[in-house]
């Protein structure tokens, strides 16, 4: 969030026209229900979204590199591309296959999608950021 914050102070600070018209264009397209990725601002997905899988919403977990994660459950996420070779190896949901999730715009790894019969996203929550975090 701050770095974002930092990019938006900057370029607000700068008098650059078009930059400008870009800043009050994502700012007029915020909205109170979505999520937008930490780093650039795009809109990810949206709290009506969110989905309980194995039985919560939110879950942590630690992969094999001992790298910690906090991530939560949606539906969908229209603001990310999916990437890399699909595996179920360290998968974190029993039966699921995963691959990595990255925001369509600045490519930053925001989660992963996960497969099976059905299909989710485990984004992780502190990459993403509401509308009142965004101002």
Known sequence: MEVLLLKRFIFKTLNIP???DLIRVKESELDDNKLYCFLCGNAITSTSERISVDGAHEHSFTNP?????H???FRNAPGCIQEGIVT???SWFKGYSWR???CADCQQHL?????SQDQ?????????ISTSEFN
């Open 18 to 20: 078009r930059l400008q």
């Open 65 to 69: 590199h001992g790298y910690s994660f």
């Open 71 to 73: 991530i939560g459950c």
């Open 88 to 90: 179920d190896d360290f």
């Open 100 to 102: 990595y999730a990255l």
């Open 111 to 115: 989660g992963w999608i996960y497969d």
């Open 120 to 128: 989710f996203y485990g984004l992780i929550l502190d990459r993403l």
